[in-house]
C-alpha cells in the first residue's frame, strides 16, 4: 500500500480529475442542448445574392410554384431562373419593363412604360396591344383572363381574356403597385399616399393617413394589408382602419449606416406572422411577431419581393440584383413547361424539365372541373397506370367528354429523392353550342359564377330577373367569342345596390336562342 502522502496525493489529483471531467460533461451536454434547440429559419438561411447575368436594374419578379422564376428589368431584359441559375429569355423589346405576374408557366404577363405589355405563353414572349401609351408600373391577377395593370396618370387596364380596356377609378396621380386578396378586394397605391380599393363594383379612394408616394402593397387577408412608401413609410389596415408601422432599430446592414427613414419600396408575405419589407440601400425589413431589421447581402435599392413559402423567396434591384433567401441547393427537378391544348378527338399535353438528377418518370393527374368558381373540381385521378417513360415529353389524352372542363397536373418522379408537381392547368374539350349551365355556388352569399357557351362569335346577353320578372341586373351585354365564358354577380342590382334574399332568374340570349336557370341568394 502507498504511504498516507502518496495516498492523500493521489486523492487529490482524483478529485481534481474528477472536477475537471465533470466540467467537461457539462459542458457538452449544454452543447447538445443548444444545437438541439430550435432556431428559427433565418438563424440557418440567409439572404444571399445570385448571379442575374446582368446589370440591367430588374424591376419585378414573379414566379411559377415549382417551375421558374422570372424577373424584367430595362431595356426589355427578362431573366428567367431554372433552380436558382438565371438565363436570358428573349422578348424581343426595348421598352424598360416594371413588373412581371402570372397565373402559371404559361400565362405570365409583364408591363413597362409606354403601355408596354408582353405575355409569355410558356414558350415565347409576345407583344399584345395594351391600349394605351402610359407607362405601366405595376402587374396582378385575379385568375385566368382577369388581370390588371396600372401606371402613370392614373392609368388601370383590365385584362378581360380577349382584350385590355380601361378601367376609370378616378385616380389622377402615378399608380406603382397593386395586389388583391380576391376579385373584390383590390388594391392600388401610388403617389401621394392615396390607396384605391376596389369592391367588386366600385372603386374608393382613401388616404391611408401620409402624403408620402407609396410603391408597394401587399396583404395576408381583406383585414391585414400593408402598404411601404417613401421616408420609412409602413403603414397597415386592419379591416377597419390604416395605422403607421414604426420602424425599428436598424442594425446589421452591409452598407454600414442608413437614414433613419429609408424608403420602402416592396412588401410581401407568406401569413400574417412573415411578411418582409424592402427597400433603399438593400435594406431589408422582418416581421415575425415584431418588426426588425436582417442582415443585407447587397447595398444596392431592392424594388420588388415574390416568393413561394417562408424558405423560397426573391427580390430584385438596381444594377441587376437578386438576391434569394432559402436553401443552398435548388430542387433537383424543375418542370419548366406543362401546357394543354384541346384537339378535335382529345387532350394534348406537352411539357419540358430541367433535371440535375435521374428521372425515373411522369404522371398525370387529371380532374373534371364541376365550377370554375373557387377551383372546384371533382375527385383528381391517375390517367394511366404506373408511369411514363423518363424521356416522354408528350402525352395525349382520349378519354375527354366533349364540351367539358380538365385540370391537369403533371408529376415528375426523381430516381434517389422524391416528386415536384407542376402547376395545374386547364383546359375546354371544344364546345357545347349555346348553353348556360347552372350558377355555382347555389344558393350563394355574397358571390357566384354563372358559365355559358356560344357556338360561334356572336353578341350575348345575360341579364338577371327577380320572381315578378324585374329586371335587377345586365351583367354581360357585347359581342362575345364562341367557347365557354364566365361571369360573377355579386348579388347587387344595375345601381349596385345589393338585394334581398330569394330566389332569381338568370337568361342568357344571343341572336333567337334563349336559355333560362335559376338561382337562390341567401342571407
Request: hydrophobic share 40%; proline share 4%; aromatic share 12%.
Amino acid at each position: 500500500m502507498p504511504p498516507l502522502t502518496d495516498r492523500l496525493q493521489t486523492g487529490t489529483e482524483a478529485v481534481k480529475f474528477m472536477s475537471k471531467l465533470f466540467r467537461h460533461i457539462i459542458g457538452i451536454a449544454i452543447l447538445l442542448a443548444i444545437s438541439l434547440a430550435p432556431v428559427h429559419a433565418e438563424a440557418q438561411l440567409n439572404w444571399r445574392q445570385l448571379d442575374s447575368g446582368t446589370t440591367e436594374p430588374l424591376w419585378g419578379i414573379w414566379g411559377a410554384p415549382g417551375s421558374s422564376t422570372f424577373a424584367v428589368g430595362d431595356a426589355g431584359v427578362v431573366r428567367r431562373s431554372f433552380g436558382l441559375n438565371f438565363t436570358e429569355s428573349p422578348t424581343g423589346v426595348a421598352d424598360n419593363l416594371c413588373d412581371v405576374w402570372g397565373n402559371a408557366l404559361s400565362d405570365v404577363f409583364a408591363v413597362g412604360l409606354a403601355g408596354t405589355i408582353i405575355h409569355f405563353d410558356g414558350t415565347a414572349w409576345s407583344s399584345m396591344a395594351s391600349g394605351t401609351s402610359a407607362d405601366l408600373f405595376g402587374v396582378w391577377s385575379v385568375g385566368v383572363n382577369d388581370v390588371y395593370a396600372v401606371g402613370a396618370m392614373g392609368t388601370v387596364r383590365h385584362y378581360d381574356g380577349d382584350a385590355w380596356n380601361g378601367v376609370d377609378v378616378g385616380a389622377i396621380n402615378g399608380l406603382y403597385a397593386i395586389w388583391g386578396s380576391s376579385a373584390s378586394d383590390i388594391y392600388v397605391v401610388g403617389a401621394g399616399g392615396i390607396s384605391w380599393h376596389f369592391d367588386g363594383t366600385t372603386w374608393t379612394g382613401t388616404n391611408v393617413g401620409t402624403s408620402e408616394n407609396l410603391s408597394g402593397v401587399w396583404g395576408s387577408a381583406a383585414d391585414d394589408v400593408y402598404v411601404a412608401g417613401d421616408n420609412g413609410t409602413l403603414f397597415h389596415f386592419d379591416g377597419m382602419v390604416w395605422g403607421p408601422v414604426p420602424l425599428p432599430v436598424q442594425s446589421n446592414h452591409t452598407s454600414g449606416s442608413l437614414p433613419a427613414a429609408p424608403n420602402l419600396y416592396t412588401v410581401w408575405g407568406t401569413g400574417s406572422d412573415d411578411v418582409v419589407v424592402m427597400g433603399a440601400g438593400g435594406v431589408i425589413l422582418h416581421y415575425d411577431g415584431t418588426w426588425r431589421f436582417v442582415e443585407s447581402p447587397v447595398g444596392f435599392d431592392l424594388y420588388r419581393i415574390w416568393g413561394t413559402g417562408p424558405e423560397n423567396i426573391f427580390a430584385v434591384g438596381e444594377g441587376g440584383a437578386i438576391i434569394y433567401f432559402g436553401p443552398d441547393d435548388p430542387v433537383p427537378v424543375l418542370i419548366t413547361r406543362f401546357q394543354a391544348e384541346a384537339k378535335e378527338n382529345g387532350v394534348e399535353l406537352r411539357w419540358d424539365v430541367y433535371a440535375d438528377e435521374t428521372i425515373a418518370g411522369f404522371e398525370v393527374i387529371r380532374a373534371e372541373v364541376l365550377y370554375a368558381h373557387d377551383d372546384e373540381h371533382g375527385q383528381s385521378l391517375p390517367l394511366f397506370d404506373g408511369l411514363l417513360a423518363r424521356a416522354s415529353r408528350r402525352f395525349f389524352d382520349s378519354s375527354v367528354r366533349f364540351g367539358a372542363t380538365y385540370s391537369y397536373t403533371l408529376i415528375a418522379h426523381g430516381q434517389d429523392t422524391g416528386s415536384i408537381r407542376s402547376q395545374t392547368i386547364r383546359v375546354t374539350v371544344g364546345h357545347a353550342g349555346f348553353e348556360l349551365l347552372q350558377n355555382h355556388p347555389n344558393p350563394f352569399n355574397p358571390e357566384t359564377a354563372i358559365r355559358f357557351s356560344l357556338p360561334r362569335d356572336e353578341v350575348a346577353t345575360l341579364r338577371i330577373f327577380d320572381v315578378s320578372g324585374a329586371l335587377v341586373r345586365t351583367l354581360f351585354n357585347e359581342a362575345t367569342t364562341s367557347g365557354s365564358h364566365l361571369v360573377r354577380w355579386n348579388g347587387r342590382d344595375n345601381r349596385g345596390r345589393a338585394v334581398g334574399s330569394g330566389f332569381y332568374f338568370y337568361q342568357l340570349r344571343a341572336g333567337n336562342r334563349i336559355r333560362t336557370e335559376k338561382m337562390t341568394l341567401l342571407k
